[in-house]
């Protein structure tokens, strides 16, 4: 049982490396993860008094959020349309193998891109207070908006655009009610409510209370929230592909 | 002749049947794809699987290799479970629609189907090598497959079944709209692989192939099997469309030669006509009667026994009516 379990992780870790050489690795992926996020945090900010250390927390989950759910939703549909879907299938990885390969390349990637706002961040000296719980919260956070953008694929689709076009209409709306613009203190109770919803707002707030020096709500709760949706968001990927990925042939 | 006999180690096992299905079943809503098929395949065999489109071939082959579960009855793949990955690990697959990584090289594309197997890289970089080589592949290893044209892409998708050494291959219109020299490659592999043991599940709709290459085949039409059985056996079973292919040097109508007595049906085939009747022999004189006759000369005259082509028509329409 555990040599199979071993045996599925490391096949895991080889379509890991599959994705990212074949759909991570190519320089306009790698420049669009920086710089979409990045310029949609400038329209935002750009024009308002606002201090760095403010700025930085938002901006290091906008590009997290981003980089973890922008190729991720769409593998499934590229191997479909590509006809590899069916001979990965036929080999002897499961299912759950599978989805923890392509969140896994989505991690890394989304882990790589977001050492870039955190090098700019230290150059222009935005202090770190605490760097291992940053450090954690930005591992946890890559494997939770990863299994996300996993879910975002489920749909058993060979377009690539459709599930594009259903991922933006949901990843827009949960960077304006994450607290990357507004914080949480400064939200109406209706608003914090709407904000809870959503795992960017708790990675968010360990970023201002390692950066600022303080969140709205306790790490250990900012903590146990990421967890949570990151088990209940793989859990959930696994079992959608694990419906729909037969219908796709 | 290739050498595969140095790199595939022969099989060996006691039980006798590398295939064992029971009841088989799948369903698309109301359509029944697959309707509780039973069969079961030797070791060592080639065995064909045919049908026409649409009869729940690609299904089968689906549901063996464990991409699909069936809604009712069971396989079994070397004894393991259809689906198991003890079943996915023995079986090497060449899938109808499938395409290697067209972004990653030839190289690339083993060394990720034998690390998906768990086949040590020392062993895979060997297997690789020896592939490459044996399908003609060796100069273009290193480029990427997007450059490759059909009969090579197809050449390698069918080295990336075996680099796991499988004791089964379940090979899914392995040759189709292949040009010559690369069916021919195939065809020798198939046979290659078979003389060293291997087990071979050929879907295919050319039926000189399945007539050279397979032990026995097995007919499904509309999701059900309706034959199953050595290709001579099965031609032996439709005996009575024997037929006669005769030319002429110059015009003669099918009609008049539908007219002939004992002749069935007759098909213009290019420059000559084929006359489908169950006493070849009383049709020859009827031809050569006519000929005195007429002002025209028999340039070449053929009886042809019933070929599997003709018995998978024979039995598919005969199923459907």
Redesign the interface.
Known sequence: MLI?LL??L??AV??AR?DI??YYCKGPVVIFGVLLPVFLFLAFVVGRDLPIDFMMPGLLGMILFFTATAISPAVAPWETQ???L?????????IPTIILGDILASFGFGLAISVVPILVGLAIGVPVHHPIILATAIVLAAFCLSSLGLIFSAPPTSMPSTIMMLSAMVKFPIVFISGIFIPLSQLPAWGRGVSYISPLTYFTDIARHCIQGQGYLPVTVDFLALGGFTMLFTALAIRLHQQTM?RR? | MLQIDKMMPTVRSNSSAAIEVSDLTKRYGELVAVDHISFEVKKGEIFGFLGPNGAGKTTTV?ML?????PDGGKALIMGHKTGS??A??V?G?V?E????????SGW?NLM??A????VPASRARKKATWLLDMMGLAQRRNEVVKTYSKGMKQRL?LA?AIISDPEIL?LDEPTSGLDVQSARLIKELIQDLNSAGKMIFLTTHDMDEANQLCDRVAIINHGRLIAIDAPEKLRMAVSSVHSVEVSFDGEVSTESLARLDRVEAVKKLGDKYRLYTAKPGEVVVSLVNRVCSDRVRIVSLNILAPSLEDAFVALTERKAK
């Open positions: 199979t045996q599925q490391r096949r080889v379509i599959k050489r074949i590509a006809r590899t069916e001979r990965l299938m036929s080999c002897p990885v499961t037969p042939l | 689906r290799t464990g991409v699909i579960k990955l003890k996915k690990q079986a697959v899938p629609t499938s395409n290697a990584y067209v972004d990653l690339d990720l189907m690390d998906l197997y768990g998708i990336m379940f």
